[in-house]
T-cell receptor, first 113, second 116 residues
Framework: DAGVIQSPRHEVTEMGQEVTLRCKLISGHNSLFWYRQTMMRGLELLIYFNNNVPIDDSGMPEDRFSAKMPNASFSTLKIQPSEPRDSAVYFC???????????FGPGTRLLVL | AQSVAQPEDQVNVAEGNPLTVKCTYSVSGNPYLFWYVQYPNRGLQFLLKYITGDNLVKGSYGFEAEFNKSQTSFHLKKPSALVSDSALYFCAVRDTYNNAGNMLTFGGGTRLMVKP
């Protein structure tokens, strides 16, 4: 199994631009979690899905952030418009259920100038 | 509410010596406890978990962790450290109390430095 796949691995963009991060779940998993990691705030859960349905999005910073699961194996996290304070490493993780072990992708390192 | 504390930002140990990375937790019900490791520029990698049963849990790369309910701790241990164990280690907890939700709460991480 290839594990959780994230793209792009690195993204540099200018303030105000739209950013889309992508995540492919491990085959057979049905829960998807988006995290953000920064030096100041550590690892934060942004949103998670179960069976394509968003369960808890209380960690999403503001309306500029949105996440979707258009199908059972794929998710996107969009930031529009992006701001410098959004610079972070964004991870997605998948699991076989919302109570099962989460397996993380390699992350997308985002830099907003 | 559930919480996790990793009291040490960094742990330094010489290669070949035993290592311990500390973790304490707070939950309303019973805990599910996890350890993850993060190597530079990589995602978090699952090491081990405690759900129920034996308090000593064995995981990947020779790591183990001991669940201590009275001390609400889940310290990560390894009998003999390797330089390649140098990384960032995260403890995480999920509360099994009915109304606790299903989220994992992560500690702030402990950087382990193993010196030759």
């Amino acid at each position: 199994d290839a594990g959780v796949i994230q793209s792009p691995r690195h993204e540099v963009t200018e303030m105000g631009q739209e950013v889309t991060l992508r995540c492919k779940l491990i085959s057979g998993h049905n829960s998807l979690f988006w995290y953000r990691q920064t030096m100041m705030r550590g690892l934060e859960l942004l949103i998670y899905f179960n069976n394509n349905v968003p369960i808890d999005d209380s960690g999403m910073p503001e309306d500029r952030f949105s996440a979707k699961m258009p199908n059972a194996s794929f998710s996107t996290l969009k930031i529009q418009p992006s701001e410098p304070r959004d610079s972070a490493v964004y991870f997605c993780a998948s699991s076989g259920g919302i109570r099962e072990t989460q397996y993380f992708g390699p992350g997308t390192r985002l830099l907003v100038l | 509410a559930q919480s996790v504390a990793q009291p040490e930002d960094q742990v330094n140990v010489a290669e070949g010596n035993p290592l311990t990375v500390k973790c304490t937790y707070s939950v309303s019900g019973n805990p599910y406890l996890f350890w993850y490791v993060q190597y530079p520029n990589r995602g978090l990698q699952f090491l081990l978990k405690y759900i129920t049963g034996d308090n000593l849990v064995k995981g990947s790369y020779g790591f183990e962790a001991e669940f201590n309910k009275s001390q609400t701790s889940f310290h990560l241990k390894k009998p003999s450290a390797l330089v390649s164990d140098s990384a960032l280690y995260f403890c995480a907890v999920r509360d099994t109390y009915n109304n606790a939700g299903n989220m994992l709460t992560f500690g702030g991480g402990t950087r382990l430095m193993v010196k030759p």
